[in-house]
């Protein structure tokens, strides 16, 4: 068995995927399992995923099924007791592997930790804004705003994921802010504060510019929380505040765009939410706003 199975999910991702698996494969640290799994490509990323042979195990799915499922798809089939993800248009540095390694190996109570990252952006490496800088230990309050975590920097226990569950395919976009919040809300997050990832933006495909709206799915993703009976109340508070702020923008956002019933749905909610209806299994009927006439 070996110590880190590296899942990367991958779709149409023909020029860039090869990269990424050869990042891995040249890590020092050599004792990883590496699983791709080709989201129902339609371009030739079959064929280049070939040419690695045996040297990594790739999983098909027949059509487009979404990140999430991708991720789960590669979880579910792998073996190691650490698991790290990577993104098909990321790539690692040389010693990412074996100073996540070394860390686990250090601090044997942490259950998940991720690096520092370099940024390119359209080809020209840029600094990442205030709002974007990574906390350590508790960073469950300020990862309520954005995401924090970055998949492609993550090492974490496979037990980690028994506790808390998988990626929520539900969730066209923003399934890593919810899976983040599932565990910072019950365990402290450490950053390993060296840049190990090389992580590329602003092409046309990636999931932040085909998605829209996606603070709704960050609210869909904190009511589910709510309801999950896991926060203390210091950290409902916080919450419900966050919440509050995000369904006053999309809300007035959906009303200037026509959508009012959408818009009046997402104004009432923070309020629904904190009164108490949003409690138990009763959250399910607050994910949805109603259908437009």
Not at 137 to 163: K, Q, Y
Not at 166 to 188: G, K, Q
Not at 228 to 248: N, Y
Request: with cysteine; glycine share 8%; net charge positive.
């Amino acid at each position: 068995m070996s110590a880190v199975s590296v899942i990367i999910p991958t779709f149409n991702r023909a020029a860039k995927v090869a990269r990424a698996v050869s990042s891995v494969l040249y890590q020092p640290f050599g004792d990883c399992e590496i699983i791709v799994v080709d989201d129902g490509s339609e371009d030739h990323t079959g064929a280049v995923l070939k040419r690695f042979g045996n040297r990594i195990l790739i999983l098909e799915h027949p059509e487009n099924r979404g990140v999430s499922a991708a991720r789960n798809t590669g979880i579910r089939a792998s073996r190691a007791p650490f698991i790290a993800f990577l993104d098909s248009d990321d790539y690692w540095l040389p010693e990412k592997l074996s100073v996540q390694a070394d860390f686990f190996r250090d601090h044997p109570g942490a259950v998940a930790c991720q690096t520092q990252e370099l940024w390119i952006r359209k080809g020209r490496r840029v600094n990442p804004m205030k709002k974007h800088r990574k906390p350590t230990g508790d960073i469950f309050a300020p990862s309520l705003r954005l995401c924090l975590v970055s998949p492609s920097a993550v090492m974490l226990r496979r037990s980690l994921l028994d506790e808390v569950g998988l990626f929520d395919e539900t969730l066209p976009a923003c399934e890593d802010y919810d899976l983040w919040l599932r565990v910072s809300c019950r365990h402290p997050l450490h950053l390993i504060d060296t840049p190990l990832v090389v992580k590329e933006g602003g092409h046309p495909d990636q999931l932040s510019a085909t998605v829209e709206g996606l603070d709704r799915y960050r609210i869909r993703s904190m009511v589910k929380l709510i309801g999950s009976a896991l926060l203390g109340p210091e950290q409902i508070s916080a919450v419900i505040e966050e919440l509050r702020m995000k369904c006053r923008i999309y809300g007035n956002g959906c009303i200037r765009r026509g959508r009012r019933e959408e818009g009046k749905y997402y104004l009432r909610l923070a309020d629904r939410v904190e009164g108490g209806s949003g409690a138990g299994p009763r959250t399910k009927d607050l994910l949805e706003p109603p259908k437009e006439k």
